[in-house]
């Protein structure tokens, strides 16, 4: 019976490529010469600092633009509201979210039983294991998974047997 297992993980040598391409374009772009804009990140936690919530913002685009070209998933990134720093400077704090939790896995396991589609899926160890009769529906699956707007991991497909 074809399967597949479903996982959020992702690829910390590409992330750190990411940021260091934003902190690159960061200092060289026009709208942030003079200030002491930085991206900072440290043991999953993320950092970006900056004279103004202007350039807090520019900075998260910037890098949410280079995690997209180097095939990191924008919702893996779980940012907090933007907070003063005192001296007149902005920071925003952040994680990286990876693997899928129990919650989590209960929740997307919910959502397939409610899809009524024919596969089984169970939750092993930050993984869901999805198996049914047919590939196609596996696929469908994934991408409705992909779409849904409860699940909120950026989601992979990993180990698909025929």
Do not use: C, W
């Amino acid at each position: 019976m074809p399967s597949f297992d479903l996982v959020s993980d992702i690829d910390m040598g590409e992330l750190k490529n990411a940021i260091d391409q934003a902190k690159r374009e960061i200092s060289t772009r026009y709208d942030f010469k003079g200030s002491d804009a930085s991206v900072e990140y440290e043991k999953d936690k993320l950092v970006i600092e900056a004279a103004n919530e202007y350039q807090v913002k520019a900075s998260v685009d910037i890098l949410r633009t280079k995690m997209i070209k180097r095939g990191i998933g924008v919702k893996a990134l779980e940012l907090d509201e933007i907070s003063p720093t005192g001296n007149q400077r902005f920071k925003v704090e952040g994680v990286f979210k990876s693997g899928i939790d129990k919650e989590k896995g209960k929740k997307i396991n919910k959502i397939i039983k409610e899809s009524k589609m024919k596969v089984s899926s169970a939750y092993m160890d930050e993984k869901i294991r999805i198996t049914g009769k047919k590939i196609d529906d596996l696929q469908e699956v994934f991408q409705m998974l992909r779409t849904h707007d409860d699940v909120g991991l950026d989601l992979q497909m990993e180990n698909m047997k025929r």
